[in-house]
């Protein structure tokens, strides 16, 4: 038997939703076992919600004030001590899995995978390089424990229905006494969260303003969408960078995705490779994007997205 503990991002009393496909990826491999350890400050609703996760064996709830906001030094040595006995550790390749998975394997002296992508055995897996462009084969060393972050965009989400037992848990381990929480500036948002949701609208450098960015605005609303960015809109200063799609933002998976305005640079084709159906607006008939898109408009996006909005 594989033990696989799975490491829960969590904000606001929800669980992420990248946490399920972490399952998901979980469950490939052979004879797994499979836990999720939820570090909260009180914590009782995420690890309900984790516990619904069809092929979860049991749920780890960790209560400790001193997990919130949560910190990846003061979550990583938990992490090590839960992880004895573990096969496995992931968490999501999101902005918390690669800030704390890097310390939870120095901690505990283990490889680390970074994107995995795909399981082909107990010892063999794929992960993107290159951008994406190629695909590495990684196999680690028969016995040793393997720490790992997953791909989220490669995994559809393991389904609910699950019955998992939570059990509440203490770690004995010493916290870091250097680190402490200064201030967190994020944009707050009622929209879909970039990463996770299903219908994706993104702006890129020919918007020309943050003024006019507000154009793809109206329409996400329209079709509950979240919104993302090119990393040329963003170094621009169209929107903030937590918007931002590709290889140095993030690697999402919509069902829908709009790529409005956006050329198609390689390092913004990274991140939406996953996505079910693309569709580009932009007045270049030769951008790249349309040599991915599913659907392709060529024309002013002032003026097309307008009529897109009136047709909804």
Do not use: W
Request: with cysteine.
């Amino acid at each position: 038997m594989n033990r696989v503990l799975i490491v829960a991002e969590h904000a606001d009393g929800r669980l992420n939703a990248a946490v399920a496909k972490c399952v998901a990826c979980a469950l490939t491999i052979p004879e797994a076992d499979v836990s999720i350890v939820v570090l909260a400050a009180e914590g009782t609703a995420v690890a309900a919600a984790a516990a619904e996760i069809q092929g979860v064996s049991r749920v780890l709830l960790v209560k400790n004030p001193a997990n919130e906001p949560a910190l990846a030094a003061v979550l990583a040595p938990q992490v090590a001590k839960l992880a004895d006995g573990a096969a496995f550790v992931l968490g999501p390749s999101t902005t918390f899995g690669k800030d704390l998975m890097p310390r939870v394997a120095a901690l505990i002296g283990a490889p680390q995978l970074s994107d995995v992508m795909a399981v082909e055995s107990a010892t063999r897996f794929r992960r993107p390089v290159y951008a994406a462009n190629a695909i590495a084969t990684v196999e680690v060393p028969a016995g040793r424990q393997v720490v790992a972050t997953v791909r989220v965009a490669s995994f559809q989400a393991a389904p609910g229905g699950g019955t998992a037992p939570v059990e509440t848990v203490a770690v004995d381990v010493e916290l870091p006494r250097t680190t402490r929480f200064v201030s967190v500036s994020a944009a707050r948002s009622d929209r879909p969260d970039l990463q996770t949701a299903t219908r994706v609208i993104s702006g890129g450098r020919a918007l020309g303003s943050a003024d006019n960015f507000k154009v793809i605005q109206s329409l996400a609303d329209k079709l509950g969408a979240a919104i993302g960015a090119s990393r040329a809109a963003v170094d621009a200063g169209y929107a903030p960078n937590e918007l931002q799609v590709g290889q140095t933002g993030k690697i999402i998976a919509p069902e829908l995705y709009f790529a409005i305005g956006i050329s198609g640079a390689i390092q913004h084709l990274t991140g939406i490779k996953d996505a079910r159906t693309i569709v580009a607006i932009n007045k270049d008939a030769e951008a790249p994007i349309f040599e991915v898109a599913d659907y392709g408009l060529v024309g002013d996006l002032f003026t097309l997205v307008p009529e897109i909005e009136k047709l909804l």
